[in-house]
């Protein structure tokens, strides 16, 4: 178990190098060897496997909190699900116009906020945690409210799927690792104590980015991904309007969050700006065909992460360095 415990360590502590070499892995994979046909059995696995340790770690109760934080959780709903998407349609209308599946990928992102890594950057920063933890309760409720119903409106012809379709796989790639891992916590935190609980909490976040490298090395390995590697201008193509998001997403919800508290502004800008970005990799795989449409929505995703982790770094230095008092 102490070997186990090491290995998940040094998987969260590195998760963004990894990230590149599995991606990189899985590319070669796909050029070298033929690549593998697409398997939605596995792939909906593996994306269970990436996503239920996560919900060990995010306590149902902490939505009882929003009352206590009004107006930075109404601040980030108008920045999540009405800022973003309009940022994220514009650039896909911009950049991505002959790329639908690109667009897509970029408008999945733009919907579901916001991530655990919204509470560790917002603790790095000496922000206000249980803002953090009800901006994210309470915007994981709207996704899986709202994302059935708005996401194909987005995506036009990208998608041919309807709303009962999207909530099916919502039902199963959000919904029942939530159960689950809301049950698990329990009965870890009944059975050993929460100071057990909170000694293991790492190797749940090692144990999801075990799962999340694994999905990416599915994805980056289907067949179809050769194109990818014959079209280099392909990854510029989707890391500019990516960049050009966070950039906006970051300022517009720091200008908003001007007149808050520094602890309480801190986690407003993480809640909206940091987004989950696993989740939306997550859902993507379980609506994949076997076909060129469905990688290209994972690959934007998966070049996300690359632009998400320096910017979100660079900001709480910046952020830091200013703890000016509003």
């Not at 940022?87 to 116009?97: D, E």
């Not at 796989?169 to 870890?188: E, S």
């Amino acid at each position: 178990m102490a070997k186990l415990e090491t290995f998940m360590a040094w998987v969260s502590k590195n998760l963004t190098l990894l990230i590149f070499v599995v991606m990189l892995w899985g590319l070669a994979n796909s050029y070298f060897f033929g690549g593998i046909a697409f398997n939605i059995g596995i792939c909906a696995t593996a994306s269970f496997l990436m996503i239920y340790p996560m919900f060990i770690n995010l306590r149902i109760e902490d939505i009882v909190e929003i009352k206590n934080n009004k107006l930075p959780v109404a601040l980030s709903v108008f920045i999540n699900f009405i800022l973003s998407p309009l940022f994220a349609y514009a650039l896909g209308f911009l950049f991505l116009a002959d790329e639908p599946f690109m667009r897509l990928g970029l408008m999945l992102i733009s919907l579901i906020p916001t991530s655990g890594m919204t509470v560790t950057w917002t603790e790095r920063s000496k922000g206000n945690i249980k803002t953090a933890l009800s901006i994210v309760s309470f915007s994981l409720l709207i996704v899986i409210i709202g994302l059935p119903l708005v996401l194909p409106l987005v995506a036009g012809n990208a998608l041919a799927t309807g709303p009962w379709y999207i909530f099916q796989r919502i039902l199963l790639v959000i919904i029942v690792p939530l159960t689950l891992g809301d049950i698990t916590r329990r009965v870890i935190i009944a059975k050993k104590g929460m100071e057990f609980f909170k000694k293991k909490k790492p190797l749940f976040s090692g144990a999801s980015s075990t799962g999340l490298l694994v999905v990416l090395f599915l994805i980056m390995s289907l067949d179809v991904n050769t194109m990818l590697l014959k079209d280099p201008l392909l990854t510029l193509k989707g890391l500019v309007p990516l960049s050009i998001y966070y950039v906006l997403m970051f300022g517009a919800s720091t200008l908003l969050a001007r007149g808050l508290a520094y602890p309480v502004r801190v986690a407003l800008v993480f809640g909206t700006s940091v987004r989950y970005l696993a989740l939306a990799l997550g859902i993507a795989v379980p609506l994949l065909g076997s076909n060129s449409n469905g990688a290209m929505v994972a690959f934007i995703i998966a070049l996300a992460f690359f632009v998400q982790v320096p910017f979100a770094s660079f900001y709480a230095k910046w952020i830091m360095r200013q703890q000016l008092p509003t």
